[in-house]
């Protein structure tokens, strides 16, 4: 159980590092907060919506569905892999009210996803200010460790649980999530179906991730990600001795709120207070495909997830069927 929490805290440590350059987010209110609305969301966009794709990955490793008396805990590790378009934006197309790009600087900005950035604005009324846009974080990755329980229920049903404690990371904020799910094999309810020599499911899960990560502790500075998904999938899987072969095919819909905390002195403004919130919406079909190998009680899976927003997933757990 240490090494788990380790591993946790060491994946979303690797994450809050990254996201040090979102604090630049605070950078954009000056000038205009209308602006600094569409600017902070054409930067944060691939984070939310790979924070959301991969809330929907992991729930199973098998359509087969345990026993009354068969239960499975596992550590899972969906990891979302943003595509590369979303490594840069367009700041002329954000129709802004105050800036516009410097004359000679490029328009191509880098999202949080992104590398460097070569990008000014100057205010369009004087052009005596300006506005450096900031590097991204060059964040490959997006992921979302998991603890999994999984519990056989009467009628060829599985109830899962999932959740990740409330951590704390001192100087960079704090993270939890929790979900539910339900397999079904319903295939074993219909005659002509139940003979065929595979297991077939449907699924449902609901997760919801909270996060918090500190600016400025002194103003109460935050930027805060509430990030839920639900996912629909079709589900079948083939066991041999040792191996299981499973895939599913589905639904997806995630939607995060980002929302920027404390008191700000915003040049051109004023002092406001919790002065940008905006959300990311994703949804559409996925396939993927996994390998699951048990070794006596130990069960060790990897699997691959179509989609604008690619996922690998890993882990493994205790299993009794």
């Given at each position: 159980?240490?090494?788990?929490?380790?591993?946790?805290?060491?994946?979303?440590?690797?994450?809050?590092?990254?996201?040090?350059?979102?604090?630049?987010?605070?950078?954009?209110?000056?000038?205009?907060?209308?602006?600094?609305?569409?600017?902070?969301?054409?930067?944060?966009?691939?984070?939310?919506?790979?924070?959301?794709?991969?809330?929907?990955?992991?729930?199973?490793?098998?359509?087969?569905?345990?026993?009354?008396?068969?239960?499975?805990?596992?550590?899972?590790?969906?990891?979302?892999?943003?595509?590369?378009?979303?490594?840069?934006?367009?700041?002329?197309?954000?129709?802004?009210?105050?800036?516009?790009?410097?004359?000679?600087?490029?328009?191509?900005?880098?999202?949080?996803?992104?590398?460097?950035?070569?990008?000014?604005?100057?205010?369009?009324?004087?052009?005596?200010?300006?506005?450096?846009?900031?590097?991204?974080?060059?964040?490959?990755?997006?992921?979302?460790?998991?603890?999994?329980?999984?519990?056989?229920?009467?009628?060829?049903?599985?109830?899962?649980?999932?959740?990740?404690?409330?951590?704390?990371?001192?100087?960079?904020?704090?993270?939890?999530?929790?979900?539910?799910?339900?397999?079904?094999?319903?295939?074993?309810?219909?005659?002509?179906?139940?003979?065929?020599?595979?297991?077939?499911?449907?699924?449902?899960?609901?997760?919801?991730?909270?996060?918090?990560?500190?600016?400025?502790?002194?103003?109460?500075?935050?930027?805060?990600?509430?990030?839920?998904?639900?996912?629909?999938?079709?589900?079948?899987?083939?066991?041999?001795?040792?191996?299981?072969?499973?895939?599913?095919?589905?639904?997806?819909?995630?939607?995060?709120?980002?929302?920027?905390?404390?008191?700000?002195?915003?040049?051109?403004?004023?002092?406001?207070?919790?002065?940008?919130?905006?959300?990311?919406?994703?949804?559409?079909?996925?396939?993927?495909?996994?390998?699951?190998?048990?070794?006596?009680?130990?069960?060790?899976?990897?699997?691959?997830s179509l989609g604008n927003y690619g996922i690998f997933n890993a882990g493994v757990g205790i299993n009794f069927r």
């Amino acid at each position: 159980m240490k090494l788990i929490r380790k591993s946790i805290v060491l994946l979303f440590t690797l994450m809050a590092g990254t996201l040090y350059a979102q604090e630049d987010v605070a950078a954009f209110l000056k000038g205009s907060l209308t602006d600094a609305e569409k600017l902070s969301k054409a930067y944060l966009e691939p984070f939310g919506k790979s924070l959301g794709t991969s809330l929907n990955s992991g729930w199973y490793n098998s359509a087969n569905p345990h026993g009354i008396l068969g239960f499975d805990i596992t550590f899972t590790v969906p990891i979302t892999i943003p595509p590369s378009s979303d490594k840069t934006f367009d700041v002329s197309k954000l129709n802004l009210e105050y800036w516009q790009v410097k004359s000679g600087s490029s328009s191509t900005s880098p999202t949080v996803t992104g590398k460097s950035s070569n990008t000014i604005l100057t205010d369009k009324a004087s052009g005596l200010s300006e506005l450096n846009m900031p590097n991204g974080a060059n964040l490959k990755f997006v992921p979302a460790p998991i603890i999994q329980v999984a519990k056989g229920l009467p009628f060829h049903t599985e109830i899962v649980g999932r959740f990740l404690p409330t951590i704390n990371i001192s100087s960079v904020g704090n993270f939890g999530l929790w979900g539910v799910g339900v397999k079904n094999e319903f295939k074993e309810f219909i005659p002509f179906v139940k003979r065929l020599p595979f297991s077939m499911s449907v699924l449902f899960g609901y997760t919801q991730f909270t996060s918090s990560f500190d600016i400025n502790k002194t103003q109460k500075q935050k930027l805060n990600f509430k990030s839920s998904g639900y996912t629909a999938r079709l589900l079948v899987s083939k066991s041999i001795p040792v191996l299981t072969v499973y895939g599913g095919l589905g639904y997806n819909h995630s939607t995060t709120d980002i929302a920027l905390k404390g008191t700000y002195n915003v040049e051109g403004v004023g002092t406001v207070t919790d002065p940008v919130a905006f959300d990311f919406a994703n949804n559409g079909f996925t396939a993927n495909l996994g390998l699951r190998l048990k070794l006596a009680i130990l069960a060790f899976h990897f699997d691959y997830s179509l989609g604008n927003y690619g996922i690998f997933n890993a882990g493994v757990g205790i299993n009794f069927r």
